[in-house]
């Protein structure tokens, strides 16, 4: 069973940056969907960001748009989410997910990232604080 590992989490004052990755152990991304969905504590999942490792294309929530930014290396076999210009309300546990063959279509999977039911695998999740 293909397991993703996330890491890159960590404490951080408003303003700063921080990287997570996300790799597949024994799996090599083709055409699959790849993405990132959050959850802070007394709040819903919800979808950060997506990609489809096949033709690249990405989306994101309105709430993150023009601060992170979803990526790949095919070489290393890893998907990257860099946060920039954080706010203490990105403040979640971070989990990368998986739809592979991307089943559903590339938009179809990032409007589905909060629904475990729609997923075929998710990490462990890394924490992201970020103080004021």
């Known amino acids: 069973q293909v397991q993703l590992v996330e890491s890159g989490g960590g404490s951080v004052q408003a303003g700063g940056s921080l990287r997570l990755s996300c790799a597949a152990s024994?799996?090599?991304?083709?055409?699959?969907?790849m993405g990132w969905f959050r959850q802070a504590p007394g709040k819903q999942r919800e979808g950060v960001a997506a990609?489809?490792?096949?033709?690249?294309?990405?989306y994101y929530a309105d709430s993150v748009k023009g601060r992170f930014t979803i990526s790949q290396d095919n070489a290393k076999n890893t998907v990257y989410l860099q946060m920039n210009s954080l706010k203490p309300e990105d403040t979640a546990m971070y989990y990368c997910?998986?739809?592979?063959?991307?089943?559903?279509?590339?938009?179809?999977?990032?409007?589905?990232?909060?629904?475990?039911?729609?997923?075929?695998?998710w990490g462990q999740g890394t924490l992201v604080t970020v103080s004021s």
């Open positions: 997910a998986a739809d592979w063959g991307c089943k559903r279509g590339d938009y179809d999977f990032f409007r589905a990232l909060g629904d475990l039911d729609a997923l075929d695998a």
């Open positions: 990609i489809y490792t096949g033709a690249g294309s990405t």
């Open positions: 024994g799996y090599t991304y083709n055409r699959d969907c």
